[in-house]
Structures are given as C-alpha cells and as structure tokens.
C-alpha cells in the first residue's frame, strides 16, 4: 500500500482562521479524498480531490468552507476556512490507487482543535 | 445512493470467543465490500475486502461473508484477542466508471475482555 503522510498531525486554532491541512502520498495514485471525522462517529466524505480540475463535495459541504487543491498525482491540501469550533474533529485523507476495485487507505489524520 | 447499516454498535466479548459484526447495504450495484479496524487515535486500516463474485475470504483468525441476495456481509473474528479491540467500519462501493467513493457504516466497537 502508498505510504500516506499529512501535515499537521494535530493544530489548535482560533475561530475565524484558517487552516490548511497537506496530503501526501509516495507513489502516484488515481483517486485522492477527504474526510471528516468527529469523535466516536463514523468518517463522512468531504469531497473527491481531483487533479487539475475543481474538487467534487459532497452534500452539506462547499468550497468556499473547504477549498480543495490537487495539483499532481501525489499531493493534495484542503483548507478548512472562518473556522468555528464546530470544525473540529480530525481530517483524514485517503487514496486508493488505479487497479480496477481500487482498495482505499488513509493518512494518520489531522485532529482539529477550534477554540 | 448506497446506505450501509452496520449493528451492532458495541460487542462486548470474552478472550477467545467469536465476534460478529454485520452490515447491510442498499444498493445492489455495489460489488466491493472492505472492512477496517481503527485503533485508538490511529488511522482506520484495512483488513479484508471481499468481491462480490465471492461467497467468503478469510485471512487467519478473520474472515467476512457476503450474501448478495440478501445484500448483507459480515465480518467473522474467531478466537478474539485483546489486541482486537477496536472500532470496525464496514463499507461497500460499486467499482464502475464514475463511481469511486466507498459508503462507510456507522462502526461497531468491539472490546475484548481478558
């Protein structure tokens, strides 16, 4: 399996900022994600980072919240924008790579704190 | 779209026994099934999977079922272990063009008691 990293491991920020969370894989993948995951529940997608194109969100969650850049086959950020503490929660990114079931694995995370 | 429901959502089991987790899923296009363990403030990983051109997968002391007419998979531990404690996600997908995202259930914890 890819080797995931992200940065930051864990950040705690004040509401109204933004934080920028980076992915990044050690081999090229086909498909980069991003989810949310608050404590005790399951992971929720984000959205599907999509290179050179704009990034596909889910429902309930918009660019303008989670800006989302892939500019290569390793590498992905999401910004998670105006922060309240209701963002906090630990953001996972995953990748899964190009045979055709495409098995799925994820990066350490990154635990959010919003004061 | 895809709804996977996942019970129960604790089990309490004693070292040794057998433990088992089951899903359902909705949507009888899905044809990948994964299951992951996540530890404690780690990273969900993945476990096992199963095709849906297959009955049963096992991997040593784990194995999962699919029934796709009954569109439900399980995930069989035996011989449980302490270090199987965890919180197991099931998920399923369908792997056709378009269509990447996998469908998570709501996890079920499973401690196991020495």
């Known amino acids: 399996s890819a080797v995931i990293s992200q940065k930051p491991s864990r950040d705690i920020c004040q509401r109204g900022t933004s934080l920028t969370i980076q992915c990044q894989v050690d081999s090229q993948v086909t498909m980069m994600f991003w989810y949310r995951q608050q404590p005790g529940q399951s992971l929720t997608l984000i959205a599907t980072?999509?290179?050179?194109?704009?990034?596909?969100?889910e429902s309930g969650f918009v660019i303008d919240k989670f800006p989302i850049s892939r500019p290569n086959l390793t590498f992905s950020t999401l910004t998670v924008s105006n922060m309240s503490p209701e963002d906090s929660s630990i953001y996972l990114c995953?990748?899964?790579?190009?045979?055709?079931?495409?098995?799925?694995?994820f990066g350490p995370g990154t635990r959010l704190t919003v004061l | 779209g895809e709804n996977v429901e996942q019970h129960p959502s604790t089990l309490s089991v004693q070292e040794g026994d057998s433990a088992v987790i089951k899903c359902t899923y909705s949507d009888s296009a899905s044809n990948y099934f994964p299951w992951y363990k996540q530890e404690l403030g780690k990273r969900p990983q993945l476990i096992i999977d199963?095709?849906?051109?297959?009955g049963e997968k096992k991997d040593q002391r784990i194995a999962v079922t699919l029934n796709k007419t009954a569109k439900h998979f399980s995930l069989h531990i035996t011989e449980t272990q302490p270090e199987d404690s965890a919180v197991y996600f099931c998920?399923?997908?369908?792997?056709?063009?378009?269509?990447?995202?996998?469908?998570f259930g709501k996890g079920t914890k499973l401690s196991v008691i020495p």
């Open positions: 199963i095709r849906s051109n297959v």
């Open positions: 998920a399923a997908k369908w792997t056709g063009a378009g269509s990447y995202q996998l469908t």
């Open positions: 995953s990748v899964s790579g190009r045979s055709s079931y495409n098995e799925q694995f």
């Open positions: 980072a999509n290179q050179g194109s704009e990034a596909t969100y």
